[in-house]
């Protein structure tokens, strides 16, 4: 696939991306904002640009101490942020305030990239992670604009997608970035194999090491009242069909199962579902928002909340980390492990290849290959405190032990920043 071609994907997509927007976002009073600011509407700035851009919440957590960094070393400059998703939006809105300016992110469209830049300027752009956007970087290569791909990650099963249908498109693309942080040794190697020039690219480990958030302690109060004195498994933000998979084996197991399970899907639209897929097997079932303490006899709490993870996390006494389960490559197990919690995963971590490969090998993890073997992992820990304590320990060691790649971008990113 060549640059003309994808151009032209691009703009056959755009009614269906919209059309997505008003089925998926509407119930939002955000969603005209972003359907503007993704066709490249968006209020001039008049200052100099910063621009960071991460999908959803999970990139703007890991991005957050670089922000911070940034905020302090460059005052004369605005910080943008943009993300894909609502949810992120509202999570860089609550953290930062007006501290920071935030659009939503533009469809790579040649047209509406050329209209977002005219407004915002920007003397530098920084992407998080697999943001690999061809006519974005290409324009913006072509203004000698720096653009830079940091906390930088390529999965296995992306490389090969990416080797299979767009070659060399990828290609051109990886060698117009300025720079590329990469996270691990496998991603840059998969970076350097797709085309990226080998100068640009260096290791600087992972941001969400460095992301030690702290917890509402009145929130974590609350919940710890809600579920009373029961010993805790939670299930981390599961993605669809992990539920069923869970409450099937929960059924099964129900008798070693000597806790309370604290189910928190992944996406907000899926709450509903998760709480009806719970009582349909005759469970007993509490929801986070009708703040009802639970009671002896509860099975299952829903936590349909958002923005509440590391409080749900602090009265946990075990953590499942969902998306593994499914072929998902699992979701962030690093909030967990800052907290000093015994961490659960299924067979599907691509995302977190070598994060989870430390996390094993320091005794700091489980991995199990489906849902039966979890119930049966969750009931030896639960009898045994001692075990808890000892994953609990060692994956807040290889957290500690991995921090620093903050300090490595913001070192890699300051000759393209100008004073």
Same mark, same amino acid.
């Given at each position: 696939m060549n640059r003309f071609l994808y151009s032209f994907i691009i703009w056959l997509g755009i009614p269906f991306a919209l059309l997505k927007i008003l089925l998926k976002d509407s119930h939002d009073p955000s969603w005209?904002?972003?359907?503007?600011?993704?066709?490249?509407?968006?209020?001039?700035?008049?200052?100099?640009?910063?621009?960071?851009?991460?999908?959803?919440?999970?990139?703007f957590n890991a991005s957050k101490p =670089?922000?911070?960094?940034?905020?302090?070393?460059?005052?004369?400059?605005?910080?943008?942020?943009?993300?894909?998703?609502i949810t992120g939006s509202v999570a860089v809105k609550n953290h930062y305030k007006n501290k920071i300016i935030h659009c939503f992110f533009p469809f790579d469209s040649k047209l509406i990239i050329k209209s977002f830049l005219r407004k915002i300027q920007p003397e530098i752009c920084i992407l998080m992670e697999t943001e690999i956007w061809p006519n974005l970087i290409h324009t913006i290569n072509k203004k000698n604009i720096p653009v830079c791909l940091i906390n930088a990650r390529l999965s296995e099963k992306s490389f090969n997608k990416y080797q299979k249908?767009?070659?060399?498109?990828?290609?051109?693309?990886?060698?117009?970035?300025? =720079?590329?942080?990469?996270?691990?040794?496998?991603?840059?190697?998969?970076?350097?194999?797709?085309?990226?020039?080998?100068?640009? =690219?260096?290791?600087?480990?992972?941001?969400?090491?460095?992301?030690?958030?702290?917890?509402?302690?009145?929130?974590a109060n609350s919940l710890r009242q809600m579920v009373g004195d029961r010993l805790v498994s939670v299930f981390a933000s599961t993605r669809d069909g992990e539920e069923r998979l869970i409450i099937e084996s929960y059924l099964k197991h129900k008798d070693q199962i000597n806790c309370l399970l604290v189910i928190i899907p992944r996406h907000p639209e899926r709450f509903d579902e998760a709480a009806k897929i719970a009582k349909g097997f005759g469970l007993n079932v509490n929801r986070r928002s009708e703040a009802e303490n639970c009671s002896e006899d509860t099975d299952i709490l829903v936590g349909d909340s958002m923005g509440e993870m590391m409080a749900y996390y602090s009265i946990s006494d075990i953590a499942f980390i969902g998306g593994s389960l499914t072929d998902n490559g699992c979701q962030n197990m690093l909030e967990a492990a800052s907290l000093s919690k015994p961490i659960i995963f299924g067979p599907s971590v691509y995302n977190f290849e070598e994060i989870s490969k430390q996390l094993l090998d320091n005794d700091a993890s489980i991995q199990v290959s489906n849902a039966?073997?979890?119930?049966?992992?969750?009931?030896?820990? =639960?009898s045994s405190k001692s075990r808890r304590d000892e994953l609990g320990?060692?994956?807040?060691?290889?957290?500690?032990?991995?921090?620093?790649?903050?300090?490595n971008i913001l070192s890699a990113l300051e000759p393209y920043i100008k004073n």
């Open positions: 005209k904002v972003k359907l503007k600011n993704q066709l490249g509407f968006v209020p001039k700035i008049s200052d100099r640009v910063i621009w960071i851009h991460s999908v959803s919440v999970g990139e =670089l922000v911070d960094n940034l905020l302090d070393q460059y005052p004369k400059y605005k910080i943008l942020l943009t993300t894909t998703t249908f767009s070659p060399k498109l990828v290609s051109e693309t990886l060698r117009k970035l300025t =720079l590329i942080c990469s996270q691990n040794t496998f991603s840059s190697t998969r970076f350097i194999k797709l085309g990226a020039n080998e100068q640009s =690219l260096i290791n600087t480990g992972s941001l969400k090491f460095d992301s030690d958030d702290s917890i509402d302690v009145d929130l039966d073997e979890l119930m049966q992992t969750i009931s030896q820990l =639960l320990a060692n994956a807040r060691k290889t957290f500690e032990n991995n921090q620093g790649a903050a300090s």
